[in-house]
């Protein structure tokens, strides 16, 4: 069974743009959360996707947001991009995550600079 | 605010000695607590986990011991093996409310000197 896979792997933008990272999850899992790592904070939730609809979301400003397809494909957006969004994005999938104690599947991330 | 914690932000062990890692939490709400690895250009991988009606769970070498009054838990890794090199960490949810995200700690990097 293949893992989840994330696109692109690195990308270098420059503050002002936008970024749009993708992430396909594990087949059958129907839930996809994101989440932002950096060197200070560690890993932080963004927000959840469940049917195609926001279920859940962290504590970051509008400039971030994403979406689910009716494959469970998820994208996230950043717009003008910041030097402090530099940082590695994680999608973690898992097959229903009703109760949290489904496991969350990661996939490898994007490493996203910002110059 | 950091609800969960791990305060060490490195570990070196002897191959074959005793690893333990630790982690605080603030949130009493919490009630499911997890394990996760990660190695370099690699996402998380799910090790152990445990929940709060618990106070210990066994998988391999791998024990998380849970003390709740404490808000503390602990990973043991018995004995360590140099693949076990990488970062920990621990990652704590509120398992009933339907509300999925998992808050994680900052990471413990282990090394395990053969």
């Known amino acids: 069974k293949a893992g989840v896979t994330q696109t692109p792997r690195y990308l270098i933008k420059t503050r002002g743009q936008q970024v749009t990272l993708s992430c396909s999850p594990i087949s059958g899992h129907r839930s996809v959360s994101w989440y932002q790592q950096t060197p200070g904070q560690g890993l932080q939730f963004l927000f959840e996707?469940?049917?195609?609809?926001?279920?859940n979301k962290g504590n970051f400003p509008g400039r971030f947001s994403g979406r689910q397809f009716s494959n469970s494909r998820s994208e996230m957006n950043v717009s003008t991009l910041e030097l402090g969004d530099s940082a590695l994005y994680l999608c973690?999938?898992?097959?229903?995550?009703?109760?949290?104690?489904?496991?969350?599947?990661f996939g490898p991330g994007t490493r996203l600079t910002v110059l | 605010d950091q609800q969960v914690k791990q305060n060490s932000p490195s570990l070196s062990v002897q191959e074959g000695r005793i690893s333990i890692l630790n982690c605080d939490y603030t949130?009493?709400?919490?009630?499911?607590f997890l394990w996760y690895k990660k190695y370099p250009a690699e996402g998380p991988t799910f090790l152990i986990s445990?929940?709060?009606?618990?106070d210990k769970n066994e998988d391999g070498r791998f024990t998380v011991f849970l003390n709740k009054s404490a808000k503390h838990l602990s990973l043991h890794i018995v004995p360590s093996q140099p693949g076990d090199s990488a970062v920990y960490f621990c990652a704590a949810s509120v398992a009933g409310t339907g509300a999925n995200n998992l808050f994680f700690g900052t990471g413990t990097r282990l090394t395990v000197i053969p």
């Open positions: 996707y469940f049917s195609e609809t926001q279920r």
């Open positions: 949130n009493s709400m919490f009630d499911y």
């Open positions: 445990i929940s709060s009606i618990k």
């Open positions: 973690a999938s898992s097959f229903f995550l009703q109760r949290s104690t489904d496991t969350q599947y």
